[in-house]
């Protein structure tokens, strides 16, 4: 029989998720109104809404491309902190700093620098979240050995 994972396991396992989930919860409900919406208000719009959509799929694509890429390297890798863990280390670190720089735009108003800018940070945004939450997905299975433990 599987040793049981211990409380304390299943409680840092979930805080994990903590991080990933508010900044997400976050750059979905703040970023469009920040570029787009905020403008109404009397605020100079950073990017289009066209614009904005277009990017915004353009990040989604790097997200669908990363997804499986990700998740074959971490289930190949080999690291003395295990085949996880490094992943969500540098990937978390960098992906905070990434959600920082979103709502720092170089350039005050509609501007192609702004597009170019949130192509980019979007891209690494997505490809950053992938890198961190593929791995901690994928931690489940390792942590938890018996079915109770992956349920509960």
């Given amino acids: ?6 409380f304390w396991g299943k409680l840092v396992y979930g ?13 979905i409900t703040y970023l469009m109104y920040y570029y ?21 799929f353009l990040g989604r694509v790097v ?5 499986p890429v990700i998740a074959r390297w971490s289930d190949n890798f080999n ?4 085949r996880r863990t490094p992943f969500m280390l540098w990937s978390g670190i ?3 700093a990434v959600f920082i720089a ?4 170089p350039v005050a108003g509609i501007s192609m620098i702004n597009n170019i800018y949130l192509t980019v940070l979007l891209g690494l945004y997505f490809l950053l979240f992938t890198a961190y939450v593929c791995p901690y997905l994928a931690l489940l299975p ?11």
Avoid at 79 to 82: I, N, Y
């Fill in 1 to 6: 029989m599987a040793k049981q994972l211990p």
């Fill in 15 to 27: 805080v994990g998720s903590g991080g990933f989930g508010l900044i997400d919860r976050v750059f």
């Fill in 36 to 56: 787009v919406i905020k403008p109404i208000r009397g605020d100079e719009p950073l990017v289009s809404a066209f614009a904005f959509g277009i990017i915004m």
């Fill in 63 to 67: 997200d669908a491309i990363a997804d």
């Fill in 79 to 82: 690291s003395p902190l295990g």
């Fill in 94 to 96: 960098l992906y905070v």
């Fill in 102 to 105: 979103l709502f720092y735009p």
């Fill in 142 to 152: 390792e942590l938890a050995r018996s079915n109770r433990d992956r349920v509960d």
